[in-house]
């Protein structure tokens, strides 16, 4: 089992759609967790920690399931924009300070 | 403000040659992190410096090793490079060493041939 998975789609979705991807990973002890963006040949760019009680930036909304290991991010009014890899990242805990990527969900909005 | 920076931006070389990269964190950031990505994968952890000493060490080859200097910059050195080590390297910076947010310069695109 990967140690962080993502549904790699791509999602194509219309303007305006609602879009929620999902990330499972495998360490119970993990305490990090970030959803960065990565647009195509370019550096990923951090959008943003993930709390236990949840939390929401703007039209970005994650939600964080310890009991089940799963960590979500939802768009809303998803803008042309937003099209790029969504990245899933969480600590691994065993004091390498090292952080574990999934591969990445890509998002493409259409017109 | 400026961000992460790292050169060179890309670079070619030869298999069983040498390569340094180099990386400068955000001003005031103390701790430096590797990460490689190919094509269609994650970024994948390499190395974590802070305070110039080396805090936690990828499944990677001796053929990499790094440093970070007094004023926090840091290099990434590979030995005897391989056509797999083909990949864009992405320097990351943070305020301090262990979990906190991480902040990618734009990355170096190596092509070993």
């Known amino acids: 089992r990967k140690e962080v998975e993502q549904d790699p789609g791509p999602f194509n979705v219309p303007e305006g759609a609602t879009v929620a991807f999902n990330c499972t990973y495998s360490?119970?002890?993990?305490?990090?967790f970030f959803w960065y963006r990565q647009d195509c040949r370019k550096e990923p760019k951090l959008l943003m920690s993930?709390?236990?009680s949840g939390n929401e930036d703007g039209r970005f909304t994650a939600q964080l399931n310890r009991a089940s290991q799963y960590i979500s991010l939802l768009i809303r009014d998803s803008k042309l924009s937003d099209s790029a890899t969504y990245l899933c990242?969480?600590?691994?805990?065993?004091?390498?300070?090292?952080?574990?990527f999934g591969t990445g969900t890509r998002l493409k909005v259409l017109a | 403000d400026a961000g992460v920076t790292q050169s060179p931006t890309h670079l070619i070389k030869t298999r069983g040659q040498h390569v340094t990269l180099r990386c400068s964190p955000i001003?005031?950031?103390?701790?430096v992190s590797w990460y490689q990505q190919v094509l269609g994968q994650g970024p994948q952890f390499i190395f974590q410096?802070?305070?110039?000493?080396?805090?936690g060490r990828g499944n990677f080859p001796d053929r990499f090793s790094a440093r970070q200097f007094p004023n926090y910059s840091s290099e990434l050195n590979v030995n005897a490079l391989l056509l797999g080590d083909s990949a864009l390297y992405l320097c990351?910076?943070?305020?301090?060493?262990?979990?906190?947010?991480?902040?990618f310069g734009q990355g170096t695109r190596l092509t070993v041939v």
């Open positions: 990351a910076s943070s305020p301090v060493g262990g979990y906190t947010e991480a902040f």
């Open positions: 360490n119970s002890a993990s305490q990090s």
């Open positions: 993930v709390y236990s």
């Open positions: 990242v969480v600590n691994n805990p065993s004091g390498t300070y090292k952080y574990i």
């Open positions: 001003s005031g950031h103390k701790s």
């Open positions: 410096y802070y305070e110039k000493e080396e805090r």
